[in-house]
């Protein structure tokens, strides 16, 4: 079974950067297609980066150049640093393969930021 292990979450003025991990305990990490995805409560997740293992990437409308993902195939884990933060961007992050083709989600991370 694959587990995805969220980190690096926590609380951030407006504005600010935060950088977000993602581990798999998958052998096969290298041929997944992974992404970021956020849930706020009471919403369903949304896409925020998505990284396909052929280097295609791509993110939703909102990030507008504030965020870059990236991946560590040896070290089976995903990368999101965050830029330029707003109040909106609270959210708990998740990542699990792009598209989502049924792993169990992990706990997530939570990012909240204070304007």
């Known amino acids: 079974q694959v587990d995805f292990v969220e980190s690096g979450g926590g609380f951030v003025q407006s504005g600010g950067s935060v950088s977000l991990s993602c581990t798999s305990s998958?052998?096969?990490?290298?041929?997944?297609?992974m992404a970021w995805y956020r849930q706020t409560s009471g919403t369903q997740r949304e896409l925020v980066a998505c990284?396909?293992?052929?280097?295609?990437?791509f993110y939703g409308d909102f990030v507008k150049g504030r965020f870059t993902m990236t991946r560590n195939n040896a070290e089976k884990s995903v990368y999101l640093h965050m830029n330029a933060l707003k109040s909106e961007d609270t959210a708990i992050y998740y990542c699990?393969?792009?598209?989502?083709?049924?792993?169990?989600w992990g706990q997530g991370t939570q990012v909240t930021v204070s304007s």
């Open positions: 998958g052998g096969f990490f290298y041929t997944y297609d």
């Open positions: 990284l396909k293992t052929d280097g295609h990437l």
């Open positions: 699990n393969e792009c598209p989502f083709q049924g792993i169990p």
